[in-house]
């Protein structure tokens, strides 16, 4: 069963935005597991220009499913989830300036930067993935790492799903058949919706996670926000079904 994360990080930038504390985002982590979903996702940034990294400590605190904290491995990130144990760490290679995460990790030349933080974050029992490009060759790379999973960048297949384009899951689909040969487990995210979710499912079946904020969180602004998880699950269950 596909299990739904929710990436609060864009009720971050809102609240942010004003000052203050609304919306409040302890509350809204409160809320989305009350409404049905698996997971709360955060990715607290070094300039914190939207998860505070008092938000992480604060989040921590009212998890009640899985807490997955994603971010570039740097000394202050570390020192923060290696404090908090979360239930899984995404490695993401993000720099200061990135609006937001547009591309993976290259595993062939990080490999050994990445065996690294993954053996620190394993001692303390954390679950790791990295963020990966659908790029198969990368694969066993990222499995030499030590890590349990692999997060697949679904932007290229949100772009090309929206154009049409369905050849666009190729990669997506040769890439998760290498991931499940180095027995790892599959993780997706980045501009999945409610239009392109169930496409995604339907051709890799064996996905573990998704983690939806952007789309999910505009979403909600018409539909609402416990109907918008409810949508997702619906759609996720009826795939899962077949």
């Known amino acids: 069963m596909v299990r739904l994360s929710v990436n609060l990080n864009k009720i971050a930038t809102l609240r942010n935005a004003r000052g203050g504390n609304i919306p409040n985002v302890l ?29 992480v400590y604060d989040i921590s605190s009212v998890i009640t499913t899985e807490l997955n904290i994603e971010g570039n491995p740097t000394e202050k990130f570390m020192k923060l989830v290696l404090d ?11 720099s200061e300036k990135d609006i937001t995460s547009n591309s993976g990790w290259n595993t062939f030349l990080y490999q050994d930067f990445l065996t690294e933080k993954i053996r620190k974050l394993k001692n303390y029992g954390i679950r790791t993935s990295i963020f990966l490009d659908p790029k198969p060759e990368l694969v066993s790379y990222a499995a030499k790492t ?10 290229y297949f949100a772009i090309g799903y929206a154009r049409k384009k369905w050849n666009c899951i190729d990669p997506y689909i040769d890439t998760a058949k290498m991931i499940v040969n180095n027995h790892m487990l599959i993780n997706a995210g980045h501009d999945l919706n409610l239009d392109n979710i169930s496409f ?15 789309a999910l969180i505009n979403e909600s602004i018409y539909m609402g926000l416990e109907n918008t998880i409810q949508s997702y699950l619906k759609r996720i269950h009826k795939v899962n079904k077949y």
Do not use: M
């Open 27 to 55: 509350q809204v982590a409160i809320d989305v597991q009350k409404f049905g979903c698996q997971g709360v996702t955060i990715h607290p940034r070094p300039d914190e220009r939207h998860i505070t990294y008092k938000d």
């Open 84 to 94: 908090i144990k979360p239930s899984q760490v995404t490695l993401v290679p993000d």
């Open 146 to 155: 030590g890590a349990d999973r692999i997060e697949l960048y679904t932007g």
């Open 200 to 214: 995604l499912i339907e051709k890799i079946p064996n996905i573990s996670e998704i983690s939806i904020g952007h």
